[in-house]
């Protein structure tokens, strides 16, 4: 009886374990505490860059400069399908958390200035979001800098229609 216990005991300890890690995953939490799933602008503002203090990465000077278009359309059970088309950068989610490489990378979704998605394909489905509300993509590197032209961040954006 105590080893089907202890058996049962240890077998609840993986699942729930995985499942807080899944959990922790689907939040953008990685293993070392740093959330990514949030912006990192403790006083309110609209900050669209959520690593404000990350060296950003400068498109050279007659470099092909990348760019994203974005639209959003009402899903029908929920939220938003959201449509982001890159030219001159492919997603790279084989990459992230690697070194930069000029024409790889992904993208931040921020909702009114907050970040609600890290992106790492063409479509996403955004739960959130009234109409009206501001929705912006900005480019970043596979090493999760910011990617700008002239200084300014590389980034789209749409309002979110009825």
């Known amino acids: 009886m105590l080893d089907r216990g202890l058996a049962l ?66 899903d029908m059970a929920s939220g938003w399908n959201v449509h982001v088309a890159l030219t001159g950068l492919a997603f790279a989610p084989e990459h992230s958390g690697q070194e930069n490489s000029p024409g790889e990378g992904h993208v931040h979704l921020y909702l009114d200035g907050v970040k609600v998605a890290r992106v790492y394909g063409p479509w996403v489905h955004l739960p959130v979001g009234d109409p009206g509300a501001r929705l912006t993509a900005a480019l970043y590197s596979n090493d999760h800098r910011p990617l700008t032209s002239d200084g300014a961040p590389i980034q789209a954006s749409v309002t979110l229609g009825d």
């Open 9 to 74: 005991f240890a077998i609840g300890l993986v699942f729930g374990g995985g499942f807080g890690f899944l959990t922790a995953a689907g939040m953008g939490v990685t293993l070392d505490g740093h959330d990514h799933a949030t912006g990192h602008d403790a006083g309110g503002h609209a900050e669209v860059h959520d690593h404000a203090n990350a060296r950003p990465v400068e498109i050279a000077p007659g470099a092909t400069v990348p760019a994203v278009a974005l639209t959003a359309t009402r």
